[in-house]
């Protein structure tokens, strides 16, 4: 049972049940043609209450957004720190990629569910059933929102609370911890 | 015959007062003006081009739409509009449709940093997406935000139509003005029966416009010391967006029509239309809208910018792409 001496120390779990205010507001730009947000406003706010308040405690918005111009590759999410977070429209599935995926970008896809066929100058991508809605609920909301809450419970909002490489590593393993924990429910 | 360089379309526009207006703003860059009409506006005014759902999505031309939808880009920062696209702007409290959205292949926003009142009239709108979208080329660069005691003073000379004068004060409201002074020599805005002011007061948006609204008087010269720009179609000077129209000390004129004296050693800018100068809205939205860009102060409702701000990003990684480029069916039907 963790305890604390004031509103201030308290640990961030309890503070977030205390502070729990107005839902999260969700924003859509509606994706270009051959696109679609596979995670609808009704998806992100059904995850976001399974999941209570610590993982909207803090958050200020988010925002389902057209593919930003340019990149290394397609983008999944983003976070603004502090707490608005952006989930991009995807193409629609299957998708036909030019070049090859990264081998973590492989295993991160196929841990999703997809089905990764990688040729010479392409590769294809299926997202069998709600997999594609799954990927952008955990593989990108929830990743974006592990990287919100570390930055949240330092209370920092210009610098960095960690090293990028451990950020990372535990926005992943918050991720990966949420899709089990959602998985456990059915 | 020779096509024309671009299309203003209005998506569900429903006022015919802004349709008549809509239509003037094209005239003003002489492109062709049409309507995608759901809300009767063809019953009121048969005389205006229509346009249906599959000739406006399925058009030779890449669609813009004028929005500001989250992520739409801001206008001063689009590059020109390709020969033949759609601009597109909305109904006036609802916006572009999501079917336009979604096909468009780019979206454009024009940044208005007002508190109060932080949108224009939808005529106005177009005609400043307009002028940077097909016009202003070889524009003054802004180089970092300044402060606001750079912005000029502002003077409306003259206004000759009470709507015209409303819709003015809300443009200037809406890019960040907070005191606007106005030569109402002919009696539209101050001490006019009351139906006129009604409706001057609804163009202006004033039940939520903290714009500060003061009488020029008849004896009206500028602060000493002051340097005088005059904003206008049709006098000789350089272009507007070519003029530096900001300063301490700077005063802003814009006279509507001739009926106005310039001061001796006043400058002169040119609001440089390839039409018929359009109506008083019009104008003073092209040339607030040029002042708040050189200004470039950041709109209200704006986060930090992403590049100075801390933000985290997830991205599939791709490894080295090859030369070719996968396009996709829709994407050739487009081309």
Same mark, same amino acid.
């Given at each position: 049972?963790?305890?604390? /001496?004031?509103?201030?120390?308290?640990?961030?779990?309890?503070?977030?049940? =205390?502070?729990?205010?107005?839902? @999260?507001?969700?924003?859509?730009?509606?994706?270009?043609?051959?696109?679609?947000?596979?995670?609808?406003?009704?998806?992100? @706010?059904?995850?976001?209450?399974?999941?209570?308040?610590?993982?909207?405690?803090?958050?200020?918005?988010?925002?389902? =957004?057209?593919?930003?111009?340019?990149?290394?590759?397609?983008?999944?999410?983003?976070?603004?720190?502090?707490?608005?977070?952006?989930?991009?429209?995807?193409?629609?599935?299957?998708?036909?990629?030019?070049?090859?995926?990264?081998?973590?970008?492989?295993? =991160?896809?196929?841990?999703?569910?997809?089905?990764?066929?990688?040729?010479? *100058?392409?590769?294809?991508?299926?997202?069998?059933?709600?997999?594609?809605?799954?990927?952008?609920?955990?593989?990108?909301?929830?990743?974006?929102?592990?990287?919100?809450?570390?930055? &949240?419970?330092? /209370?920092? &909002? /210009?610098?960095?609370?960690?090293?990028? *490489?451990?950020?990372? =590593?535990? *926005?992943?393993?918050?991720?990966?911890?949420?899709? &089990?924990?959602? *998985?456990?429910?059915? | 015959?020779?096509?024309?360089?671009?299309?203003?379309?209005?998506?569900?526009?429903?006022?015919?007062?802004?349709?008549?207006?809509?239509? !003037?703003?094209?005239?003003?860059?002489?492109?062709?003006?049409?309507?995608?009409?759901?809300?009767?506006?063809?019953?009121?005014?048969?005389?205006?081009?229509?346009?249906?759902?599959?000739?406006?999505?399925?058009?030779?031309?890449?669609?813009?739409?004028?929005?500001?939808?989250?992520?739409?880009?801001?206008?001063?920062?689009?590059?020109?509009?390709?020969?033949?696209?759609?601009?597109?702007?909305?109904? !006036?409290?609802?916006?572009?449709?999501?079917?336009?959205?979604?096909?468009?292949?780019?979206?454009?926003?024009?940044?208005?940093?007002?508190?109060?009142?932080?949108?224009?009239?939808? #005529?106005?709108?177009?005609?400043?997406?307009? +002028?940077? $979208?097909?016009?202003?080329?070889?524009?003054?660069?802004?180089?970092?935000?300044?402060?606001?005691?750079?912005?000029?003073?502002?003077?409306?000379?003259?206004?000759?139509?009470?709507? !015209?004068?409303?819709?003015?004060?809300?443009?200037?409201?809406?890019?960040?003005?907070?005191?606007?002074?106005?030569?109402?020599?002919?009696?539209?805005?101050?001490?006019?029966?009351?139906?006129?002011?009604?409706?001057?007061?609804?163009?202006?948006?004033?039940?939520?416009?903290?714009?500060?609204?003061?009488?020029?008087?008849?004896?009206?010269?500028?602060?000493?010391?002051?340097?005088?720009?005059?904003?206008?179609?049709?006098?000789?000077?350089?272009? $507007?967006?070519?003029?530096?129209?900001?300063?301490?000390?700077?005063?802003?004129?814009?006279?509507?029509?001739?009926?106005?004296?310039?001061?001796?050693?006043?400058?002169?800018?040119?609001?440089?239309?390839?039409? !018929?100068?359009?109506? +008083?809205? $019009?104008?003073?939205?092209?040339?607030?809208?040029?002042?708040?860009?050189?200004?470039?102060?950041?709109? #209200?409702?704006?986060?930090?910018?992403?590049?100075?701000?801390?933000?985290?990003?997830?991205?599939?990684?791709?490894? #080295?792409?090859?030369?070719?480029? $996968?396009?996709?069916?829709?994407?050739?039907?487009? +081309?």
């Amino acid at each position: 049972m963790p305890l604390s /001496r004031s509103l201030r120390t308290d640990p961030y779990l309890m503070r977030a049940t =205390r502070r729990a205010g107005a839902p @999260v507001p969700v924003r859509v730009c509606p994706p270009r043609r051959g696109f679609v947000h596979p995670a609808d406003p009704a998806d992100i @706010v059904r995850v976001l209450t399974f999941f209570g308040p610590a993982a909207a405690y803090g958050l200020r918005g988010i925002e389902l =957004r057209q593919q930003p111009a340019a990149g290394t590759g397609p983008a999944v999410a983003a976070l603004r720190v502090p707490g608005l977070v952006l989930l991009f429209e995807q193409p629609a599935p299957p998708w036909d990629l030019s070049g090859q995926l990264t081998d973590v970008a492989t295993a =991160r896809l196929q841990r999703a569910g997809a089905r990764v066929a990688t040729g010479q *100058a392409s590769t294809r991508v299926d997202w069998p059933g709600s997999s594609l809605c799954d990927f952008m609920l955990f593989d990108g909301l929830m990743h974006e929102i592990g990287h919100h809450m570390i930055q &949240h419970a330092a /209370r920092k &909002h /210009r610098t960095r609370a960690m090293r990028t *490489a451990d950020h990372e =590593r535990r *926005a992943d393993a918050y991720a990966v911890r949420a899709r &089990h924990a959602w *998985a456990a429910q059915w | 015959m020779v096509s024309p360089r671009a299309h203003l379309v209005g998506d569900g526009v429903q006022n015919p007062a802004n349709a008549e207006a809509l239509a !003037e703003a094209a005239r003003m860059f002489a492109v062709p003006c049409s309507f995608r009409d759901s809300r009767g506006l063809a019953e009121r005014l048969p005389e205006l081009s229509t346009v249906d759902t599959a000739a406006l999505l399925g058009g030779p031309g890449p669609l813009i739409a004028v929005d500001n939808t989250p992520g739409a880009e801001s206008v001063y920062r689009a590059w020109p509009a390709l020969d033949g696209a759609s601009i597109v702007v909305g109904n !006036e409290r609802r916006g572009i449709r999501p079917d336009v959205l979604r096909a468009a292949a780019k979206t454009v926003q024009i940044p208005m940093p007002g508190r109060g009142v932080n949108t224009l009239n939808v #005529a106005t709108a177009a005609a400043v997406a307009l +002028y940077y $979208l097909l016009d202003a080329h070889g524009r003054r660069q802004a180089r970092a935000p300044r402060p606001d005691s750079h912005r000029p003073a502002l003077l409306l000379a003259a206004p000759r139509d009470h709507v !015209e004068a409303g819709s003015s004060l809300r443009s200037a409201a809406a890019f960040g003005w907070q005191t606007v002074t106005v030569d109402d020599r002919e009696k539209v805005w101050f001490g006019t029966p009351r139906p006129v002011r009604n409706e001057a007061r609804a163009a202006a948006r004033s039940h939520r416009n903290p714009l500060r609204v003061v009488p020029a008087g008849d004896a009206w010269s500028p602060p000493p010391g002051s340097r005088v720009v005059i904003c206008a179609p049709d006098v000789d000077g350089p272009p $507007l967006h070519r003029t530096e129209l900001t300063g301490t000390g700077t005063v802003l004129v814009i006279p509507d029509g001739e009926g106005w004296e310039p001061r001796p050693g006043a400058e002169f800018a040119r609001v440089a239309v390839p039409g !018929e100068p359009g109506r +008083y809205r $019009l104008l003073t939205g092209i040339v607030l809208a040029e002042a708040a860009r050189q200004l470039s102060t950041r709109t #209200a409702t704006a986060p930090r910018p992403p590049r100075r701000g801390l933000s985290y990003g997830s991205v599939l990684g791709q490894t #080295a792409l090859p030369d070719t480029d $996968l396009v996709q069916p829709w994407e050739l039907t487009q +081309y």
